[in-house]
């Protein structure tokens, strides 16, 4: 087995090197004719604007004059980009959005500029130096303060409405609430919307539980897989599978804190310490198991209840009976009702991490029903001709209390 499972791991590596140098190959073979592509949109750039200031003469001048004004106009702007192609993404979005906002300031400060009883003269000083001035402003602090801004940060501030609503409406689907089932009827009874994230290495971890050797954990797995099918053909209910695994090698519950973190999505779980976990980093839960809690039914002490007795208990003479939704019922002196009905008072209700306990009572008339419970009617001796108890029957005919049937 270890054999075969080292032959195959070797033959994956040699095919995925082999795909990596090809690709490699390929890069190569387009590098050339790329740089050969820009290279003469370059120089076709560089000719039109020449011919273009050769055939307009700007400013009133020669034919030699314009020819040299072209060139350099052109070679100017072919040296700026260049420049810009060494700058980094970030810088030049941020230059872009600074230099806007400072022209927009320059308008701004024209516009008041333009109410004012001074010169024509200063007034166009004023209005070209604010355009300078705040343009360049704008381009110069937007540049160099650009790695500073998180792209996260960008997003959230240029998303809209909509795109907002759909991320705080996303939910991260764990592996645990998968094989559990009972999201399935949560979202058929339509009490969760929007969008259910399942990552692909929840997928992938529900595929090994699904593959396992086990049978219980082969057949919790392929139920897990039921259950996502049939919530993706649920009508409201969009499932989306994403490829999501930044923190390579980290366990499953570290990599959905991460991708929750970064996508804001709420995370779906039933396992207890994800949800501590998750909670103190300031991420939203949703339990499955506290909200099956919160729909039980409330009980109070004192409370009548009418339930049946499935076995005995930890303590002496105890009976311990199962609500419809799993709630366990202790009750004293309920031993001897084990496989009946009985009707019981709760006493106590305690709430645990596992969930509900209901203690309570034999009710008043469970307890007269067994402590009055009717005699058989026995025969008549046939030598005395009365009717008694057989422990009558053996003491001495003085001490017998019998009575004569009638």
Not at 363 to 384: K, Q, T
Request: with cysteine.
């Amino acid at each position: 087995m270890s054999r075969t499972l080292s032959e195959a791991e070797r033959h994956t590596v040699s095919v995925s090197s082999s795909a990596q140098r090809f690709q490699q190959a390929e890069s190569e073979r387009s590098q050339p004719a790329a740089a050969w592509e820009l290279w003469a949109a370059r120089v076709l750039f560089l000719a039109v604007v020449v011919a273009m200031a050769y055939a307009l003469r700007p400013f009133g001048l020669a034919a030699w004059p314009a020819l040299a004004l072209g060139i350099v106009a052109g070679a100017a702007i072919e040296l700026a980009e260049w420049r810009l192609q060494r700058a980094k993404l970030g810088a030049l979005l941020s230059g872009a959005l600074g230099a806007f906002l400072g022209v927009s300031a320059a308008a701004l400060f024209a516009f008041v500029v333009s109410r004012t009883a001074a010169p024509d003269a200063v007034k166009s000083f004023l209005e070209y130096g604010a355009l300078l001035g705040f343009g360049y402003l704008g381009l110069m602090l937007g540049a160099s303060k650009g790695e500073e801004i998180n792209p996260q940060t960008m997003e959230t501030l240029f998303a809209d409405r909509a795109t907002g609503a759909a991320r705080e409406n996303a939910k991260l689907l764990d592996t645990s609430v998968l094989i559990d089932g009972r999201i399935a009827d949560i979202c058929d009874a339509q009490f969760l919307d929007g969008t259910l994230i399942v990552p692909q290495f929840v997928l992938h971890e529900l595929q090994l539980v699904a593959d396992s050797s086990d049978g219980l954990k082969r057949q919790r797995g392929r139920r897990g897989l039921d259950v996502l099918e049939r919530m993706q053909k649920m009508q409201g209910i969009t499932v989306r599978v994403i490829n999501d695994d930044s923190l390579h090698g980290a366990d499953v519950d570290h990599k959905l804190i991460d991708v929750a973190q970064r996508t804001g999505a709420k995370i779906v779980t039933n396992d207890f310490n994800l949800n501590k976990v998750a909670t103190l980093q300031g991420l939203s839960v949703l339990n499955v198991n506290q909200l099956a809690n919160a729909l039980k039914p409330a009980v109070l002490p004192g409370e009548p209840m009418h339930v049946y007795i499935l076995r005995e208990g930890k303590e002496a003479n105890q009976g311990v009976a199962y609500l419809d939704d799993g709630t366990m019922v202790v009750v004293d002196g309920a031993r001897r009702f084990i496989n009946k009905h009985v009707d019981i008072l709760v006493t106590s209700v305690h709430q645990t991490t596992a969930g509900k306990m209901i203690f309570g009572r034999l009710g008043d008339r469970a307890e007269n029903g067994a402590a009055s419970a009717p005699l058989r009617r026995r025969r008549p001796c046939r030598r005395c001709g009365f009717v008694g108890s057989r422990a009558a029957l053996d003491l001495p005919r003085s001490r017998r209390r019998l009575a004569r049937v009638p």
